[in-house]
């Protein structure tokens, strides 16, 4: 599939979302595309009007998904009997946050349309205030999931101010507690952010093994990981030397695969916490809840192939921010930073890659 790098232009772009298209619900995932190669405009496609009831908040108005069903390689399991203890389940940890509900629901959507058995996808979705659960079940009628309600008063006084005020919100920090609000059963979590979409089977994701390690992730060794920390962190040996014996690299949490059962056992969420508190009093990083999971797991990280974290999609917003995918295979696109491709989509003024994202928004348009 590389010789499509070689056409620049829309035709490049069409041929970008016949090879991502989701109209196929199994396929292998898809080689390297640079996004220079594409036009700055691209003709997104068209929707059919939902049939279902209006939503009283244009915000919360999507229309429901095609059903999916388990291929036959899926074998059966009595999923009704067992519920979330169900060994053959594949978990999914991610929030519903209003800000950015639309990207969770694509998120889950793409999740379905790449899954060889998606009736095998048990969804745990985290919330801090508003009841989503009808607008869950109106959307994914067959959908495995369960709510979970998460309290932002457990963080409001750990939270720290942020260089994006996005960063501060308490539900960015939900993630640190998955450990407490899953149910004990639960042994594995892939948690992950409400801005992305696979192109490939979670399965394979789900399947990695984490050795001795408590959490798998794409590892960025090539970054400056200094930055991560501010001048007095690096100065202070009580701080700085918590990497000593450690080679720490980048990685994003926005995905993860988490041991849950070596998380409890260690006690990770205190450990996070205590970092937390560090920062309100001695201001030893300038980010949101990033730096306390690199200063607990940063070098004890199970790594996972770079394909499963195409991440930074999102630039600034600014124009000609527009970021190009990394080189090498693609199982999952990620639009970590402040744009967010359904905002630049509504804007009329869409990064190319955004129309990668665009099949699998069920949003419905206000008339």
Same mark, same amino acid.
């Given at each position: 599939?590389?010789?499509?790098?070689?056409?620049?232009? !829309?035709?490049?772009?069409?041929?970008?979302?016949?090879?991502?298209?989701?109209?196929?619900?199994?396929?292998?995932?898809?080689?390297?595309?640079?996004?220079?190669?594409?036009?700055?405009?691209?003709?997104?496609?068209?929707?059919?009007?939902?049939t279902?009831?209006?939503?009283?908040?244009?915000?919360?108005?999507?229309?429901?998904?095609?059903?999916? =069903?388990?291929?036959d390689?899926?074998? !059966?399991?009595? &999923?009704?009997?067992?519920?979330?203890?169900?060994?053959?389940?594949?978990?999914?940890?991610?929030?519903?946050?209003?800000?950015?509900?639309?990207?969770?629901?694509?998120?889950?959507?793409?999740?379905?349309?790449h899954?060889?058995?998606?009736?095998?996808?048990?969804?745990? !979705?985290?919330?801090?205030?508003?009841?989503?659960?009808?607008?869950?079940?109106?959307?994914?009628?067959?959908?495995?999931?369960?709510?979970?309600?998460?309290?932002?008063?457990?963080?409001r006084?750990?939270?720290?101010?942020?260089?994006?005020?996005?960063?501060?919100?308490?539900?960015?920090?939900?993630?640190n507690?998955?450990?407490?609000?899953?149910?004990?059963?639960?042994? =594995?979590?892939i948690?992950?952010?409400?801005?992305?979409?696979?192109?490939?089977?979670?399965?394979?994701?789900?399947?990695?093994?984490?050795?001795?390690?408590? $959490?798998?992730?794409?590892?960025?060794? &090539?970054?400056?990981?200094?930055?991560?920390?501010?001048?007095?962190?690096?100065?202070?040996? =009580?701080f700085?030397?918590?990497f000593?014996?450690?080679? %720490?690299?980048?990685?994003?949490?926005g995905?993860?695969? $988490?041991?849950?059962v070596?998380? =409890?056992?260690?006690? !990770?969420?205190?450990?996070i916490?205590?970092?937390?508190?560090?920062?309100?009093?001695?201001?030893?990083?300038?980010?949101?809840?990033?730096?306390?999971?690199?200063?607990?797991?940063?070098?004890?990280?199970?790594?996972?192939?770079?394909?499963?974290n195409? &991440?930074?999609?999102?630039?600034?917003?600014?124009?000609?921010?527009?970021?190009?995918?990394? %080189?090498?295979? $693609?199982?999952?696109? &990620?639009?970590?930073?402040?744009?967010?491709?359904?905002?630049?989509?509504?804007?009329?003024? %869409?990064? %190319?890659?955004?129309?990668?994202?665009?099949?699998?928004?069920?949003?419905?348009?206000p008339?």
């Open positions: 599939m590389l010789w499509i790098m070689q056409f620049p232009g !829309f035709f490049s772009a069409a041929m970008m979302m016949i090879v991502l298209s989701p109209s196929l619900q199994s396929f292998p995932p898809a080689e390297a595309i640079r996004s220079s190669h594409l036009d700055s405009y691209i003709r997104l496609p068209s929707f059919q009007v939902s279902s009831p209006d939503s009283q908040d244009d915000r919360f108005s999507f229309r429901k998904a095609f059903e999916f =069903r388990n291929a390689e899926c074998g !059966f399991a009595d &999923h009704k009997t067992t519920g979330v203890c169900d060994p053959t389940l594949v978990h999914a940890a991610i929030t519903l946050d209003v800000q950015y509900l639309r990207g969770s629901i694509a998120a889950v959507h793409s999740i379905l349309q899954s060889l058995c998606p009736e095998n996808v048990f969804f745990h !979705f985290l919330v801090s205030e508003t009841d989503m659960e009808t607008l869950v079940r109106s959307t994914f009628p067959q959908l495995k999931f369960k709510v979970y309600y998460f309290d932002p008063e457990i963080v006084n750990l939270i720290s101010s942020s260089v994006r005020q996005a960063l501060e919100q308490p539900l960015n920090y939900a993630r507690y998955l450990a407490d609000l899953l149910e004990p059963c639960v042994r =594995r979590v948690y992950l952010d409400s801005d992305l979409v696979f192109v490939d089977n979670i399965s394979k994701l789900w399947s990695t093994n984490l050795r001795s390690r408590t $959490i798998g992730a794409p590892e960025y060794c &090539h970054a400056n990981f200094t930055k991560y920390f501010t001048n007095s962190f690096w100065s202070d040996d =009580r700085s030397g918590t000593r014996g450690r080679k %720490p690299c980048y990685f994003n949490t995905v993860m695969v $988490i041991d849950l070596r998380w =409890r056992r260690a006690g !990770f969420t205190r450990r916490e205590r970092w937390m508190e560090i920062q309100k009093s001695n201001r030893i990083y300038e980010l949101g809840s990033l730096p306390p999971f690199l200063l607990v797991f940063a070098g004890r990280v199970a790594p996972i192939e770079h394909r499963w195409q &991440h930074g999609l999102g630039g600034d917003n600014v124009r000609g921010s527009c970021r190009d995918l990394h %080189p090498g295979p $693609i199982s999952l696109l &990620h639009w970590s930073g402040s744009g967010k491709p359904w905002l630049r989509l509504d804007s009329k003024r %869409p990064c %190319p890659l955004d129309a990668l994202w665009a099949p699998y928004d069920l949003y419905r348009h008339h």
